[in-house]
């Protein structure tokens, strides 16, 4: 699996946008970009996944450049319970392993 | 409302005590994962199972083994546990058909070693 790198840490005010950036420059045309959040002291929740096309769901939104190379995890109006680490991973569809890195620290200040 | 249920959320354990750690997931998924979490070191994969009876090494095997005699059921077992094995351990559990990769995590087991 492609490896990922995102900044250990961001801030954002309470009710704007926190847009988490993820590189993963050596991913290959049938490896999905995933999101993940956990929340101190609870499992890992899964976010949102794509491919190639932007993808929005209730939790977020996903964009993911023309060559694939990198992508952003945008929380439109972040509140104080988006205080979590954020993590990006591609995988293969129908891969049998998900390989987590360290991830972004996001901390969202009232 | 699906489920990972991991058996203990804290164990404390001796060196060279034998460890299991129990995870049961009801929602007939094929693949169970274990990972575990370390500050600054994110999550990482120790072992994970596609199927009943079947397994996969990980980034970090060494020192674990695992055990898959049933499809709800995934278990880690550290033989001798050593001070360096204390960490978050996080169980998960994946649906191979239909893809999403959404993975569904337990609370976490945090296991120290004295």
Redesign the interface.
């Known amino acids: 699996d492609a490896k990922t790198t995102q900044p250990p840490s961001m801030d954002c005010a309470e009710g704007r946008a926190a847009n988490l950036p993820c590189n993963h420059s050596t991913i290959s045309g049938n490896e999905?970009v995933?999101w993940?959040r956990q929340i101190h002291?609870?499992?890992?929740?899964?976010i949102i996944?794509g491919l190639k096309n932007n993808e929005t769901n209730e939790m977020a939104s996903l964009i993911i450049t023309e060559d694939r190379k990198s992508s952003t995890l945008i929380l439109p109006h972040a509140t104080l319970r988006d205080t979590a680490v954020y993590?990006c991973i591609v995988?293969v569809?129908?891969a049998?392993?998900?390989?987590?890195?360290?991830?972004t620290r996001l901390t969202v200040i009232p | 409302d699906v489920k990972?249920t991991q058996s203990s959320r804290y164990l404390v354990k001796r060196t060279g005590e034998k460890v299991f750690l129990e995870c049961v997931q009801d929602m007939d998924h094929e693949?169970m994962?274990w990972?575990r979490q370390d500050p600054?070191?994110?999550?990482?994969?120790i072992y994970?199972s596609?199927d009943v009876k079947m397994k996969?090494k990980?980034?970090i095997p060494e020192g674990y083994s695992v055990s898959r005699e049933k499809k709800e059921r995934f278990s880690l077992i550290l033989e001798s546990a050593s001070t360096n094995q204390t960490s978050m351990y996080?169980c998960?559990s994946?649906k191979?058909k239909g893809?999403?990769?959404?993975?569904?995590?337990?609370?976490?087991s945090r296991l120290t070693v004295l």
């Not at chain 2, 600054?40 to 994969?45: A, K, M, P, S």
């Not at chain 2, 893809?99 to 976490?108: D, H, N, R």
């Open positions: 999905y995933y993940y002291s609870q499992g890992p929740q899964y996944h993590y995988r569809a129908g049998n392993n998900l390989f987590f890195g360290t991830g | 990972v693949n994962f990972y600054g070191l994110g999550l990482r994969l994970f596609y996969e990980g980034d996080l998960a994946l191979r893809m999403t990769g959404e993975l569904f995590f337990g609370e976490g």
